[in-house]
């Protein structure tokens, strides 16, 4: 397993790193290459600005939106409302659309040339949304709901009998949430904000969508764009990831140093489940202000895709000779790409989800039951790749992947369907391992020790015991993963193999050549059956489940 | 337990059936690049219509990867020790010309057809033959939408885009992403040198030029009002013509800046009798011809003699052939500064 996450994470992202100090490495030129490549951050605009960008959208996201998260999801556990469930379907949505896709609805929306300014005369949108504010903002919507989930997540117990006493002793509410019950949401408040944070700066999808009309180049664009230049810039790709990976440990290690020196284990045998309590009066305010949030989040930049797929010319409005299927119906004649770029990308994800749920698996089950010595090692590097973007593991995969001594093996991959699985894999595996390790720690290690006694063999205990109480979670798992690989973006407009491009790129390619009713038809049509097959899956084997438990 | 096994079972099936897939599939692909009938193109326009038109004309199958200028770049570099294409056309001439030095082309083919080279693209194949020239478009011409400038207010010149009267409202494409937005800019590199090329762009710069990714961005940056006047790419100004946009052209006395498609041979190709035969079929001008014929792309001018441009395209269009070698030599630094200035 070890090796396994070695080839899948740790090596490629070593690769990248070895670009800095001997670009010509992996391509038979063992020459050292100029350290001095390594400050040319704090010397070159271009990279002055690009860290200086990222740092400050992804400290600006993670504030922001840890702060909408953290109190969307404090006033949903405490209170019920009409709309409530709303927030948590929506909440999942975002959490599972790739923001390249809400960028793209919201370059929609906000062109010069676009809904806001054509249809609703708000030119003033255009000047907002492009610009380092507006980016913040779209962003910000994009990553709340990794805080809103830590945070809810954590809501869910709570013991009475600390706010009782804050009470009795004269504290009014307010001062009992902000001394007693947001100093013990730390933890969460803290994964949350950290969570945010890593996704933002690493985020690919936003500046590259917007980028065909406002230049903000980040570092993930700008290594991005080292790579997809003449000549060439491996080297510089390579130092620009350095930073981004030492800016993400960093992330990792202040979220570490939060949390140490307090304890935060206040769950006793008191804790009951969080109530929400119904609001009295005034109800509507809570409902209209939870209609217009998921207005701003969803109902913009999704709305204005279905809108774009449906019109001939969006400027021309709701004219009823301006709706067209056409569309539609151009994803499927004869020159299209839509169908072969969605299979092929389901049958990428499909592997990769069932090949990561296998890989996962066993990491979660040695993580938890085996005293295996090196089991932090093993789940630091089954975390890696969380923190490292897709355009750096993406570019890692090149060098790796595309050694010509691999042909004799035939593992030449790059260029091939298959290295995009590989890389489907690795992006997976800290998804899969931490949703079911999560799981698999509620289980009594007592009842594996039974029926070991009892003489059950290791696959009789696993089958028997561990799969049944972990059913839920494997399929949450696999189906996480599944939907994941089908979207990223990054790591797929890297590696995508020549004439075989995957639904992602597809939809990128169409975007970028202004193709905009197009590429608005094929995310809808796209995520729709993505969507409706992973319902249906669920569905499927839930009801496989229970009618075998009846 | 017997479902738990069958499930885990099928999984395991299923992963290693994606290894078959993939070793299939690897099968598949080695047996491809041996197969002396298919022939890998890398290029970045013409794909609709020129792998029917060569697999009709020859016999040899074809298949064509496009991408953008610098995606195709990106591909061969990363392909370096060990290229996946047997034949790259497209208007990279610069960057060509750089492959070519590093020893990555087959050398000393002379197609029959290239005979047929009018006198100013028989100056622009290397010593070595690495590779022909099918023809040049104008890297850039300047383009104004006609509901916001009359013709007399429109730019008729490049230096017009320090123009305060053009504050804010020209654009051009970033030479970093569009290959042809590279041809332009190092043009202005090599008339007045690099510093004075420097002085050139700094000054539209200073009167706020606005930059976009490819030529189609720059398009819709003018259709929309963003701007007023684009350096666009010829092909993609004739065809908003073409659309019934607000746009017209102007062709600038002193010319426009040539993007060169050239067409060469991997040295590592193993179909070599195929692509020498492309490249040959490239320089027919009943070929070309038929080319400009049949594409809406084909605004360009043709490299052999006997074949008329498009007949809507501008008469005297005077292009501006790059010093290849200056132009090679000078390319990283003139992206990078281009990159790190505008940025500024």
Request: glycine letters at 6%.
């Amino acid at each position: 397993m070890t090796l396994l996450l070695w080839i899948l994470v740790l090596g490629p992202l070593v690769a990248v790193l070895t670009q800095i100090l001997i670009p010509g490495f992996f391509f038979g030129n063992r020459q050292f290459g100029q350290v001095t490549l390594l400050f040319d951050v704090f010397r070159r605009p271009l990279w002055q600005h690009a860290l200086q960008n990222s740092l400050v959208l992804s400290i600006s996201t993670a504030v922001m939106g840890t702060l909408i998260g953290a109190s969307l999801a404090i006033f949903r556990s405490r209170w019920h409302f009409p709309t409530a469930r709303w927030l948590d379907v929506s909440v999942w949505l975002l959490f599972v659309t790739p923001s390249f896709i809400i960028a793209q609805g919201w370059v929609l929306f906000a062109a010069k040339n676009g809904v806001a300014a054509q249809l609703l005369g708000a030119d003033f949108v255009t000047s907002f949304i492009f610009h380092p504010i507006g980016l913040t903002f779209i962003m910000v919507l994009s990553k709340f709901p990794l805080a809103y989930l830590a945070v809810h997540a954590a809501l869910e117990w709570q013991v009475e009998s600390l706010s009782h006493a804050a009470r009795l002793t004269g504290a009014s509410p307010v001062r009992t949430w902000f001394t007693v019950h947001i100093p013990l949401l730390k933890p969460a408040i803290g994964s949350g904000m950290a969570l945010v944070f890593m996704d933002a700066i690493g985020d690919f999808g936003i500046t590259a969508t917007v980028s065909a009309v406002y230049r903000f180049p980040t570092l993930p664009y700008t290594i991005y764009s080292a790579i997809y230049t003449s000549p060439i810039r491996f080297d510089m790709a390579g130092v620009l990831s350095f930073y981004l990976i030492i800016i993400i440990m960093l992330a990792i290690v202040f979220q570490f140093y939060m949390m140490k020196g307090s304890r935060y284990d206040s769950l006793t045998a008191g804790a009951v489940r969080t109530r929400q309590k119904k609001i009295a009066s005034k109800g509507w305010i809570a409902t209209t202000c939870n209609v217009l949030f998921l207005f701003l989040a969803i109902g913009i930049p999704i709305g204005c895709t279905v809108f774009t797929s449906f019109v001939h010319e969006p400027s021309k409005g709701l004219a009823m000779d301006n709706w067209t299927v056409a569309h539609y119906v151009d994803l499927f004649t004869s020159n299209s790409l839509f169908v072969v770029s969605l299979l092929r990308s389901i049958k990428i994800a499909l592997i990769a989800a069932l090949a990561g749920l296998l890989l996962g698996a066993m990491i979660a089950y040695v993580l938890i039951f085996t005293q295996f010595r090196f089991k932090h090692l093993l789940e630091s590097m089954s975390l890696i790749s969380l923190a490292v973007p897709g355009v750096v593991l993406g570019i890692g995969y090149i060098f790796v992947w595309n050694q010509k001594w691999l042909e004799s093996y035939g593992l030449l991959l790059y260029g091939k369907p298959s290295i995009l699985i590989l890389a489907a894999i690795a992006g997976t595996i800290p998804i899969i391992t931490r949703i079911i390790s999560g799981t698999m720690a509620t289980v009594p290690r007592t009842m594996l020790d039974v029926a070991q006694l009892q003489g059950v063999a290791l696959s009789g205990r696993i089958f028997s015991i561990l799969l049944p109480l972990c059913k839920s979670a494997l399929v949450t798992a696999a189906l996480s993963a599944f939907g994941a690989s089908m979207f990223d973006l990054a790591v797929n407009s890297i590696l995508f193999p020549p004439s075989q491009p995957t639904l992602p790129v597809m939809i990128n390619k169409a975007f970028e050549n202004l193709k905009f009713g197009y590429a608005a038809a094929a995310t809808m049509l796209g995520g729709s059956i993505v969507t409706t097959l992973i319902i249906t899956a669920r569905w499927l084997l839930n009801l496989n489940m229970r009618r075998k438990y009846r | 337990m017997r479902t738990y096994l069958s499930i885990c079972l099928t999984i395991v099936l299923i992963v290693l059936q994606s290894g078959c897939i993939s070793k299939s599939k690897l099968a598949e692909d080695n047996v491809r690049s041996e197969d002396k009938e298919v022939l890998t193109v890398y290029l970045n326009d013409f794909d609709d219509i020129i792998g029917p038109m060569f697999e009709e004309a020859t016999g040899y199958r074809i298949e064509l990867v496009q991408g953008s200028g610098a995606e195709l770049m990106s591909r061969i570099e990363a392909e370096r020790g060990n290229p996946h294409w047997d034949v790259v056309w497209a208007d990279l001439i610069s960057s060509i010309h750089g492959l070519g030095l590093n020893g990555m082309f087959y050398e000393g083919f002379v197609p029959e057809h290239a005979a047929k080279l009018k006198e100013t693209y028989k100056l622009l194949v290397p010593e070595g033959n690495w590779y022909y020239p099918t023809g040049a478009h104008a890297a850039a011409v300047i383009t104004y939408n006609n509901d916001v400038l009359t013709t007399e207010e429109a730019p008729a010149s490049w230096t017009d885009f320090s123009n305060p009267a053009f504050k804010s409202s020209v654009g051009i494409a970033d030479p970093a992403i569009a290959a042809p937005a590279y041809a332009f800019v190092s043009s202005f590199f090599q008339q007045y040198d690099i510093e004075g090329g420097k002085a050139i762009i700094s000054d539209w710069f200073d009167n706020g030029l606005l930059i976009y990714p490819k030529n189609p961005n720059l398009a819709m940056a003018l259709l929309s009002g963003q701007i007023k006047v684009a350096a666009l790419q010829e092909s993609n100004a004739y065809n908003l013509v073409n659309q019934n946009k607000p746009v017209s052209i102007i062709w600038p006395a002193e010319g426009a800046p040539a993007a060169v498609r050239v067409a060469a041979i991997s040295k590592e190709t193993k179909q070599l009798e195929a692509a020498k035969a492309f490249v040959n079929f490239l320089l027919d001008p009943a070929i070309q011809q038929a080319i400009i014929d049949a594409s809406e792309e084909s605004y360009h001018e043709p490299s052999v003699v006997g074949v008329q441009p498009k007949s809507d395209r501008e008469l005297n269009a005077k292009l501006l052939f790059p010093d290849i070698m200056q132009s090679y030599q000078h390319e990283a630094e003139i992206k990078q500064w281009f990159a790190d200035f505008s940025i500024k």
